[in-house]
């Protein structure tokens, strides 16, 4: 069995801070659902966070010339990306919160194809029995350990529409590492989201006009605050960087720590925990996450350190 080289563990802690900023973003996210357009929040926060990997790129003196040879690379991965966004507010618009979160657990299994397709990495048998147990978990916890409510899963044209945000996220993943020239995490992060959100505005001019910005309530604003700094700036920047050291199976496989964290955010606040069985599913992503940790391939040698 080959060890995790140091830079393997690297993009392992970056996923799991990955995980928990994401998560914050589901319980902050269904607080101020109804109060601002998803066009409209996703613009928004692509822009702010731009803002801020920008003056966080400048600080560390990261930033060249070179680094933006090629534009084309950040307004494809931007696109990506900020239809994942977009599509995920969209199709909850219509789909169930349970259904939803279940079409999502399906993005590890669609990286692991676009990693062959695009980079040719492969799932090795030991990543396939990961990605299994850490399915099975996370639908347990989705579901709260009731098969009836898996067996009356329906999948409308909500869930269909998150469906292909989460193909443009699996997709995503791989094509980072495809398309990433030396830039680090940082610089490249700023580059997408700046590409990401010229795209939101020129398709969503609309929805930023038609928002009366002046009457949202603060709580808005204070979401907003969140999915700029976590959700997208920190997020962003803990993907790439994973990307880079990690194939994409296992990168993806993260997801399924998503459904455990939202667990404790909701206690967090005020929300209270899951019932005793639900848990047991929590236990199996956890399960999961640690046979993903025993590496069976040679360590990465190209990453670049932030």
Known sequence: MVQLSREQWKGHAALIVFSISVAGSYSLGH??????APMAIT??????????MGMFALMTGGMRRRNFEAPWRYLFLGALFASYF?????GLKTADAVSAVAVYTLMPAMAAGFGWL???QITTPRMALALSVAALGALWVIFKG??????????GRGEMIYFVGCFAHALYTPMVRRLNRGETAIVFTFGTLVAGAIVLILVGWGELMA?????LPAVVWIAIAYLVVFSTAVAFVTLQYATLRLPSAKVMAYAY????????????LGNGFPAPMVLLG????IVALFILLKDEEAPETSAQDV
């Open 257 to 268: 720590l998503t459904p455990s964290v939202v667990i404790l955010w909701e206690a967090a």
């Open 211 to 215: 928002t009366d910005w002046a009457a």
């Open 282 to 285: 929590v236990g199996l992503t």
């Open 43 to 52: 613009t928004v926060r692509f822009v702010l966070a731009a803002v801020v």
């Open 118 to 120: 695009v980079l040719r």
């Open 146 to 155: 009731e098969l009836g409510s898996l067996a009356g899963l329906d999948v």
């Open 86 to 90: 977009v599509l995920m507010f969209e």
């Open 31 to 36: 607080i101020v659902a109804n109060e601002i």
